[in-house]
T-cell receptor
Framework: KAGVTQTPRYLIKTRGQQVTLSCSPISGHRSVSWYQQTPGQGLQFLFEYFSETQRNKGNFPGRFSGRQFSNSRSEMNVSTLELGDSALYLC????????????FGSGTRLTVV | AQTVTQSQPEMSVQEAETVTLSCTYDTSESDYYLFWYKQPPSRQMILVIRQEAYKQQNATENRFSVNFQKAAKSFSLKISDSQLGDAAMYFCAYNQGAQKLVFGQGTRLTINP
């Protein structure tokens, strides 16, 4: 079965712009979560959605937002980009309870210039 | 807040030998999941092995096994018969509830031929 699909793979944006990243989970997975990975801060949790509802949110400014659609696909948006937002953004999907773990996509590499 | 600590930023091992990666975590919960993920240069996080805290038996997946010491809050990963393809960043992760993973800082594993 198809894995977690993230698009685009690479993105270059200018400071002040906004960006939208997309994540399609494994079929049957209704939980989608997002992580930011940087060399300095490591992997940090952004937010998690289940059945179109945000259930948990990490410690990120309001410029970071997300949503989930009825088909479980999710998008995250970053507005007013800053240089520090340059990172690898990873999406993960799981069943309601992560008995079998989380499955990650290959990520979107965002570079802000 | 839960924390995960990987005290070995880098490890190296000769091909075909055994290596153990360390992980400790801090939690006041009694029921949770622990995971080891592998991240090769391709960026995708790949689940290596998982452990449910209520299960006393250590998890094993082929050449990968864990030493789970619940009282000591320790969760080490042993890789037997190391192969060149095992070279990657390894992350220990904690999950309590169905909402987010807390990751350690990672251990970069090098396999010497």
């Amino acid at each position: 079965k198809a894995g977690v699909t993230q698009t685009p793979r690479y993105l270059i944006k200018t400071r002040g712009q906004q960006v939208t990243l997309s994540c399609s989970p494994i079929s049957g997975h209704r939980s989608v979560s997002w992580y930011q990975q940087t060399p300095g801060q490591g992997l940090q949790f952004l937010f998690e959605y289940f059945s179109e509802t945000q259930r948990n949110k990490g410690n990120f400014p309001g410029r970071f937002s997300g949503r989930q659609f009825s088909n479980s696909r999710s998008e995250m948006n970053v507005s007013t980009l800053e240089l520090g937002d340059s990172a690898l953004y990873l999406c993960a999907s799981s069943l309601v309870v992560p008995t079998y773990g989380y499955t990650f996509g290959s990520g979107t590499r965002l570079t802000v210039v | 807040a839960q924390t995960v600590t990987q005290s070995q930023p880098e490890m190296s091992v000769q091909e075909a030998e055994t290596v153990t990666l360390s992980c400790t975590y801090d939690t006041s919960e009694s029921d949770y999941y622990l995971f080891w993920y592998k991240q090769p240069p391709s960026r995708q996080m790949i689940l290596v092995i998982r452990q449910e805290a209520y299960k006393q038996q250590n998890a094993t997946e082929n050449r990968f096994s864990v030493n789970f010491q619940k009282a000591a809050k320790s969760f080490s990963l042993k890789i037997s018969d190391s192969q060149l393809g095992d070279a990657a960043m390894y992350f220990c992760a904690y999950n309590q509830g169905a909402q987010k993973l807390v990751f350690g800082q990672g251990t970069r594993l090098t396999i010497n031929p």
